[in-house]
């Protein structure tokens, strides 16, 4: 978002608690899939998981986020977003993102809702981006 001054503000999109799982790190495939339910925050064209905790599945919206420390962030430029195929996961409701530095995430939520508006608030991030 720009600023009359011209100046890029950082928006708040989106935050609230997903299940996801790093498949591919940098282009290498990760030996096991270890999903965590977890704070996440999509601001500035960043998406941000932060590490698994307890209070921050339970907490939902009213949990701040402070409490726990971002385990990966994902620059949305030149990412790419579908709905993951049938063999990536036994689990419903999957989206896979792929990183430009060739990293995977499956990103899940038992609410197809709630992973709907995940899936257009992610996909308009990366084509913002890909405007620019
Ligand atoms: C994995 C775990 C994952 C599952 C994965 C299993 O077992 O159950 O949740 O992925 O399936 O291998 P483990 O805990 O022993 O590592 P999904 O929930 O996404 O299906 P996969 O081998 O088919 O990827």
Redesign the pocket.
């Known amino acids: 978002e720009i600023s009359p001054a011209g100046v890029g503000i950082k928006t708040l999109d989106k935050a609230g608690v997903l299940h996801r799982?790093k498949t591919v790190d940098k282009g290498k495939r990760l030996r096991?899939?270890?999903?965590s339910a977890s704070w996440t925050v999509l601001e500035g064209g960043i998406l941000t998981f932060f590490k698994d905790s307890k209070a921050s599945a339970a907490g939902g919206l009213r949990q701040p986020p402070k409490l726990s420390t971002p385990e990966y962030t994902v620059d949305l430029r030149g990412a790419s977003l579908s709905w993951a195929p049938k063999?990536?996961?036994?689990?419903k409701n999957?989206l896979e993102l792929r990183s430009r530095d060739g990293s995977e995430y499956?990103i899940?939520h038992d609410s197809e809702a709630i992973i709907s508006t995940w899936h257009k608030a992610i996909g308009e991030g990366i084509q913002e981006l890909s405007a620019d």
């Open positions: 799982t096991k899939k270890h999903w063999d990536k996961s036994s689990r999957v499956l899940q």
